[in-house]
Each structure stands twice: as structure tokens, then as C-alpha cells.
């Protein structure tokens, strides 16, 4: 059981190019997120998606698309990278059972726009 | 939509002591705040979570304290040890749904042997 893999832990692209993260858990959660974070700002959503089939913009939505591939995968793209989406990116997905809620984190992907 | 802030930003405290970190959030509706625990490099993950139902919430050194009227929250870390120095976040959410889950700006704890 790996919990949540996210993919690459780093990445240095150049401003314009496009590059994909990729995500997946194995917990069988319905729910799965992006999330970046900045220093002194914490962590802002991208983009959810609650189901498969169904992906939803976050707090911080603009230069990003998502695509929920299956249950099980959920993968990030940023299209033309700008400095400004340098940053640390998380990939989580959400238990919802017995009351508790909690969001599983992958490690980590640090992002670098030149 | 909801803002949550959180106070203060880094906190230092000599091992052994207590800590408290506090949060306010903006929209009446939240009711569930949990707090995660960002070691140095790491993932976050969930330390201790508090419902609107209930004041306060403990979990061995770990208490979560809610005022739902003054709309404030704080985490409190007692006999503190070297392996609590990390980036604690607090966080809001409306109807249990981590979807519209709001961070705080986190506080970077530094324990003090």
C-alpha cells in the first residue's frame, strides 16, 4: 500500500514550456486534489475532482488543466509554465469514513519556471 | 469565501514548554478545522481535528481548543519535544468536505533543546 505517488519530486522547465504531474492512490478514495504552496501563503487548491468523472477549479485555478483518468489517478498539466507557478505541488486525496475526514498527501513535487 | 489566518508565523520555545498556535476563520458555517503537521522536506499529514459540535479536543500532548463565537481555534502542543519543530497548519472547512478545505499561512515551530 503506497498511499498517494506523485510524480516527478522535481522539475526545472522553462517559461512557455508545458509539463504534466503525475498522481495516484491506491486507497480507493473517491476524492482526489492539487495543491500548491508558496512560502507564507500555506496551501491553495488548484483543482478537485470529487468522483471520477468530475474535476472542479480550486481556489487558484488559472494556467493549470487536471484530468481524472480513473479512480485511481488524477494528473496536473500546466500548458505555457510561467515563473509565477514556481512553486512546491502536492497531489492528496481524501478519506471520508466512520466520520473522520483527512487528506493524504503524496511527497511532493518542486517546480521551477525559468 | 472563508479566510482563515493564523498566528503567529514562527514560534520558539525551549523543550519541555508548551505552545500555542491560533487561528481565526471568517465564514460562521465552517465547522470542521483540522490542524497538519509539515515536517522539514515532508508531506503534510493530519495531526488532531476538531467538529463545531464539541469545545475541545485532546490527543495525548496534543489539544485543539474551538470558539465557535469568537470564531478562533488554537492547537496546543504541552512537554514539547525536539521531534514537534515543524510547519503546523490550521484549516476551515464548510460542511465536512475537504473540497472547500482552507489553509492558514502555517506557523514554523522550532523546539529549543
Known sequence: NAGVTQTPKFQVLKTGQSMTLQCAQDMNHNSMYWYRQDPGMGLRLIYYSASEGTTDKGEVPNGYNVSRLNKREFSLRLESAAPSQTSVYFCASNLKAGGVEKLFFGSGTQLSVL | ?113
Open chain 2, 1 to 113: 469565501g472563508e479566510n482563515v489566518e493564523q498566528h503567529p508565523s514562527t514560534l520558539s520555545v525551549q523543550e519541555g514548554d508548551s505552545a500555542v498556535i491560533k487561528c481565526t476563520y471568517s465564514d460562521s458555517a465552517s465547522n470542521y478545522f483540522p490542524w497538519y503537521k509539515q515536517e522539514l522536506g515532508k508531506r503534510p499529514q493530519l495531526i488532531i481535528d476538531i467538529r463545531s459540535n464539541v469545545g475541545e479536543k485532546k490527543d495525548q500532548r496534543i489539544a485543539v481548543t474551538l470558539n465557535k463565537t469568537a470564531k478562533h481555534f488554537s492547537l496546543h502542543i504541552t512537554e514539547t519535544q525536539p521531534e514537534d519543530s515543524a510547519v503546523y497548519f490550521c484549516a476551515a472547512s464548510i460542511d465536512f468536505g475537504n473540497e472547500k478545505l482552507t489553509f492558514g499561512t502555517g506557523t514554523r515551530l522550532t523546539i529549543i533543546p
